[in-house]
């Protein structure tokens, strides 16, 4: 069965700083892998994905993210944070069946200091 | 831009009451899910549903959970005898059909706090 490690519960940066955040995955076969957003109180939006092809992915936001299968790892970054960046990060897998279910992981949250 | 929406925002409800969520997918999108994120937890899977029956559900979807497609525009999560610890926050999210990858849209959640 997946699944998804974040590292990281917390991280705090600076307005303008850049930012990477960790996401590791285990899955028996290529992983479809998404970067999704919550701020409070909201939803869930899609940030990027990633099925095959091109390693690295832009989304939208100016972030990006980056397949590594030799370290099971799917980073999300971004060069300059911008305050209305504050939000919890979620990293998900997509199972290979039809329903391709998400499993998720625990999130990061992301402070924004100005 | 089309979206997934829920209603209602919120829910107060007693243990031991039955509850319906209730989800307008987007319109042409044929698969279905329900999520649940307890506070300060990770967003767990519950079901998906696809021409008007499960595909799949985890283990926390028992026989206290149903869902349904009673209309061509609602889905709903009915659960029958609420316990405290089904209090979170449930997402309903749609894809557009079965054959191809692509992402699943979520709507803005409903919390639903049993007492």
């Known amino acids: 069965a997946q699944s998804v490690t974040q590292p990281d519960i917390h991280i705090t940066v600076s307005e303008g700083a850049s930012l990477e955040l960790r996401c590791n995955y285990s899955y028996g076969a290529t992983p479809y892998l998404f970067w999704y957003v919550q701020s409070p109180g909201q939803g869930l939006q899609l940030l990027l994905k990633y099925f095959s092809g091109d390693t690295l992915v832009q989304g939208i936001k100016g972030f990006e993210a980056e397949f590594k299968r030799s370290q099971s790892s799917f980073n999300l970054r971004k060069p300059s944070v911008h305050w209305s960046d504050a939000a919890e990060y979620f990293c998900a897998v997509g199972a290979h069946n039809y329903g391709q279910n998400f499993v998720f992981g625990p999130g990061t949250r992301l402070s924004v200091l100005p | 831009e089309p979206e997934v929406t829920q209603t209602p925002s919120h829910q107060v409800t007693q243990m031991g009451q039955e509850v319906i969520l209730r989800c307008v997918p987007i319109s042409n999108h044929l698969y279905f899910y329900w999520y649940r994120q307890i506070l300060g937890q990770k967003v767990e899977f519950l079901v998906s549903?696809?021409?008007?029956?499960?595909?799949?559900k985890s283990e926390i979807f028992d026989d206290q959970f149903s869902v349904e497609r009673p209309d061509g525009s609602n889905f709903t999560l009915k659960i029958r005898s609420t316990k405290l610890e089904d209090s979170a926050m449930y997402f309903c999210a749609s894809r557009p059909d079965r054959t191809t990858l692509n992402e699943q849209y979520f709507g803005p959640g409903t919390r639903l706090t049993v007492t």
């Open positions: 549903f696809y021409n008007n029956e499960i595909s799949e």
